[in-house]
Each structure stands twice: as C-alpha cells, then as structure tokens.
C-alpha cells in the first residue's frame, strides 16, 4: 500500500529535461564566463540552479552575495574565496574540493593561479541573484 501511494505522487518521465550547450544562458556579469544549464527559464526548475563556470587567471568577482544557499565543486584550478566586503577572510579551494557558502555571506572568487578555473556551481534557487554590499 504504501508503496502504491508514493507511484501516485511521481512525475512522468516527460518532465525530465536535458539542457545541451546551445540552449545554457551564458552570463559574464562577474567578468567571467557562466553557462546557466538548469534554471526555471532552461528546465522549468523551481528551486535549483546550476552552471559551470570558467575564471581566467588573474580574473576576479566584485563582492557580492545572494539570498540563498551555493554549492561550488572545483573541476580545474586554485582559487580564493574572499569573505567579507573587506576581503579581510578567504578560503583556497582547488580541484576536487567541495565549497559550500550559506545564503546572505558576501564572497568573492579569485583565480589566484596561472591556469582556468573550472567549476560547476549549485544553488537553492531557480535563477540568479546577486547582490551587492
């Protein structure tokens, strides 16, 4: 019985979506490329995003922060995390490591290498919003 209930409550495997390259939102609002694949206007998605990222060496975001939790996993290269909009805190993260940064904390990433660095990011929110300080 119990498991009867939970088919009841499943989608279609229709509502499943694959966003390939010609159809990601491609956004350089920090300096740096982002390809937006899954967001509500790519994928009808009501509270996840994700892109991949590319930082060239020595690019950098302005602080900034947003109202909602973010998730990077590193693909390629070192980068710095300033925290705060002084810069005065920073985490190092590099390849294969796990960022996670709690709504509302002003970060700011930094290529601090000489090579790419290539992420894939993830938030608790269907589209991008970034504030200021």
Not at 35 to 52: E, R, V, Y
Not at 67 to 77: D, Q, V
């Amino acid at each position: 019985m119990l498991v009867e209930s939970k088919i009841k409550n499943c989608k279609l495997s229709s509502d499943i979506v694959v966003v390939r390259e010609p159809n990601r939102l491609c956004d350089y609002e920090h300096g740096y490329l982002r390809g937006w694949g899954l967001t509500g206007q790519t994928a009808g998605s009501k509270n996840l995003s994700m892109a991949h990222g590319i930082i060239p060496p020595g690019m950098s975001a302005n602080p900034h922060y947003h109202p909602f939790e973010t998730a990077i996993y590193m693909l390629k290269g070192n980068c710095r995390v300033f925290l705060k909009e002084d810069k005065s805190e920073y985490k190092d993260i590099e390849a294969s490591d796990f960022l996670y940064i709690p709504a509302n904390v002003i970060h700011c990433p930094a290529n601090i290498g000489e090579t790419v660095v290539e992420y894939i990011v993830a938030r608790s929110s269907s589209e991008e919003l970034c504030l200021y300080p």
